[in-house]
């Protein structure tokens, strides 16, 4: 259809919950349901970075179920983050085959925060990798990434569901993945990480309520039972993100078959 609707997805932060968003892309990649442009908040920008290149979501999802995260987390003398970031570095750069942002297949923004302005910042000009790199950047956990003056720090600091970053660059249809503020089992606080992941949780809470209603289409994978860190249980994720997409094929095919809007004043 020349006159579809533009579609947009907003991945939002999560850790390891986000890699439900590997599920999600891989159900809108079997339906054939086009994807125009992706805008990703901390797990969620890496998910959708990758994807942004070209690669097989199945691919990633075995790759994802074999791959030992903790190979990645380089201690560090904790002076601005107890992880260095440099093993997650390339990790990236395979993962995003060192693309830069003018070489992907579709336009991506990945949101990060800057600790010197205090705002949201979007990044879609330079390397993929080190995008995704300060994207993931959780305060206190992986080292900031400096970058134009920027000190950057995860986006969910600011905007943990990029809902208006997709719509700002011209979606007709948001569709939206939050994988964050189901969370349905006792927290247990236990370690320095449980303090810093639990009180980002808290943050985004009342951001959620915020950007809830500003998406066509809200996908809230039930995964508010695993732990943010907890990237051993890869395949349940990806399942969860498929089982929460799924129903809503058919919705999204109906939205794609009504012509957009035009804007007032024109026909």
Known sequence: MENRPKIGVALGSGSARGLAHIGVLQVLTENSIPVDLIAGCSMGAMVGGIYATGADMKMLG????????????DISYPRMGFIAGEKVKKLLSLLTKNKNFEDLDIPFYAVATDLISGQRVVLNEGSVMEAIRASISIP???????????????????????????????????????????????????????VLMTSLDIMQRVQFDLVEPKADILLKPKVGHFAPWD?????????????????YIMKIKEMLNTPPALPRGKS
């Open 62 to 73: 075995k790759m994802a179920e074999n791959i030992d995260a903790k190979m990645f987390f």
């Open 140 to 194: 206190g956990v992986f080292q900031p990434v400096k970058k134009d003056g920027m000190v950057l720090v995860d986006g969910a600091v600011t905007d943990l569901l990029p809902i208006e970053v997709a719509k700002s660059h011209g979606a007709d249809i948001i569709i939206a993945v939050e994988v964050n503020y189901t969370h349905s089992k006792e927290t247990e606080i236990n370690s320095i990480l449980d």
């Open 231 to 247: 990237f051993g249980s890869v395949k349940q994720l990806i399942d969860l993100g498929r089982a929460e997409t799924e129903p």
